[in-house]
């Protein structure tokens, strides 16, 4: 990785403040004063600012409770980025999946792209759990066509593994083992129901955290990391 972003990537400097402090000669690496913001690191290198060594975690995961009215995009005011301090973005921090504009809930935010890319891949069918609100209750036919599978107006074939009412009015839970556009709308759609709130609730391991309000964010605990690495058959540590 260049030296320039292996410090913006600290979160600590943009990449313009990088490359000055690199031209003034206040990075060395190995040692050695390096005045090339394109100098190549190896791994292993040992990375100074001003004498004082750079260490950082690689990775960074995040559990955001989305609000309504942003959006699952890495840039523009409505990005749900901007609920994040500016070293995140710096970082490389992105959402893993979307939800749509609308939809609250439980959103992975990382800079992690092996994880991300198997998290969404359809081939694991890793399960995701929402909370919903119809416009009005399923009636026994709507319920079974929904567990056994319908056709989207792409062609697709889909089905929820679970549709469980909560106990409150025209309330369910449900479960999807993929996430495409607009999936959980489309399918009841589909059965003749209109989706008027939905929340992610859970995506494979991790669960929305209930202390966090819509619109804030933590970062996941190692417990819940080393969950999400073993159900994504990913090594037990996080590579540095
Ligand atoms: N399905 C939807 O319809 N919308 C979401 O935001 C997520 C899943």
Sequence with gaps: MRLDRYLARSGRYSRSEARKIIQQGRVRVNFLEIHNPGY??????????????LAYEAHVYLMLNKPAGLVSSTTGEDSVLTLLPD????RGVFPAGRLDRDTEGLLLLTNDGQLAQRLLHPKRQVPREYLVTLDAPLSPEQLGRLLEGLTLRDGHRARFEAVDPTGLPRNYRVVLREGRYHEVKRLFAAAGRRVIYLKRVAFGPLRLDPDL???????????ELQALRRALGLAASTPR
């Design 40 to 53: 190549h690191l190896k791994p292993g290198d040992r990375v100074e600012v001003d004498g004082e060594v």
């Design 87 to 90: 070293e995140f973005r710096r």
């Design 213 to 223: 309000p819509p619109g804030r964010w933590r970062p996941l605990t190692a417990e």
